[in-house]
């Protein structure tokens, strides 16, 4: 059953700019007034504001900052029933957490969010800066049993997916950078990390980690990434609900994730990354192995991979690497 705060909420979330009654409440969950009364100076306390009328009840006027889980919960689409989520104030890393609930047997899939990470990280052992509780830290765990091959794609269509749900949160077209990166302009606003785990020919726990810069960090970034990084809140000019984001966000990965295990994802696939890819067209220099390559990005082909054009020969297929600019593209 949803926590009594996660009740409340969601009647007030249903009525957002309108009254809720205090007896209807009290109705509703089986408690008196008096206990409807203590949990929302309760939720004021976590950092809610209402107004209160005698005769006409409670609306709400303010949500957190901060990730709230109640709010999350009353935020979810109701399709997520069975579906759990637990929010955390520190973790060494969202995905190494997820890590070990899956080996100790929670039931997936599942979600963990932190408000600040000791041990973020990023791909190829980077470090993720993510000391700030007004963005978004969270890893996913599920457990597809599906075949390795089928996982090729699975990073860049969960970008995608994320490139896709930013453009209809913010109103501002992001960009996904292959692999895995998610640009406003060319300043990186997150990133996507998948680590999975595998028996045999089966992939037995995947982990789906993502970071994003949601609203500027209270004290500022980091010097080696002010020229680098942007939040949301920066791309839309103005601040972006936290929790809103964040449920969003859980409700489109999952329908994502049906789509992929399903195998059905692959034409939505293809026109997703036409729209969204920020190297087609444009000359890169590509890391791969200590070698370096450098063409004109011609897109991924149907498994993932990076085709590059050298500039003579046929394109060149690229499954990993990392990929600097040389030159923005063409008007």
Request: glycine fraction near 10%.
């Amino acid at each position: 059953m949803p926590k009594t705060e996660t009740v409340i909420l969601r009647e007030l979330l249903a009525r957002e700019g309108g009254w809720v009654s205090g007896a209807a409440l009290a109705r509703q969950l089986g408690i008196s007034r008096v206990a409807v009364w203590q949990r929302m100076e309760r939720l004021r306390a976590a950092g809610f504001s209402f107004e209160a009328v005698r005769a006409r009840g409670y609306r709400l006027t303010g949500r957190p900052a901060t990730l709230h889980p109640p709010l999350l919960e009353a935020l979810l689409p109701m399709r997520t029933r069975g579906f759990s989520l637990q929010v955390m104030d520190e973790v060494d890393s969202t995905n190494d957490e997820v890590a070990r609930q899956l080996a100790a047997g929670r039931p997936a899939p599942f979600a963990v969010l932190a408000r600040r990470q000791t041990r973020g990280k990023g791909r190829l052992g980077r470090v993720w800066h993510s000391d700030s509780p007004v963005s978004l830290y969270a890893s996913l765990g599920f457990r597809p049993e599906v075949e390795p091959e089928r996982m090729r794609t699975f990073t860049l269509w969960m970008g995608v997916n994320l490139c896709a749900l930013l453009a209809n949160f913010t109103g501002v077209e992001p960009g996904i950078k292959w692999p895995n990166d998610i640009l406003f302009g060319d300043r990186k606003a997150g990133g996507l990390l998948t680590e999975a785990r595998i028996d045999a020919d089966r992939i037995r726990d995947l982990i789906l980690g993502i970071g994003l810069n949601v609203n500027p960090p209270p004290r500022g970034w980091p010097a080696e990434l002010a020229n680098r990084a942007t939040t949301l809140a920066d791309a839309c000019g103005q601040p972006v609900d936290l929790n809103r984001l964040a449920a969003a966000l859980i409700g489109r990965v999952l329908l994502a994730y049906e789509s992929f295990r399903e195998d059905r994802h692959q034409d939505q696939f293809a026109d997703l990354w036409a729209r969204f890819d920020t190297l087609r067209g444009r000359t890169v220099t590509l890391l791969e192995g200590g070698r370096r390559h450098t063409g004109e990005v011609r897109g991924v082909d149907d498994e993932g991979a990076l085709l590059l054009h050298e500039g003579r020969g046929p394109l060149r297929r690229f499954r990993a690497g990392e990929v600097t600019f040389e030159k923005p593209p063409a008007a």
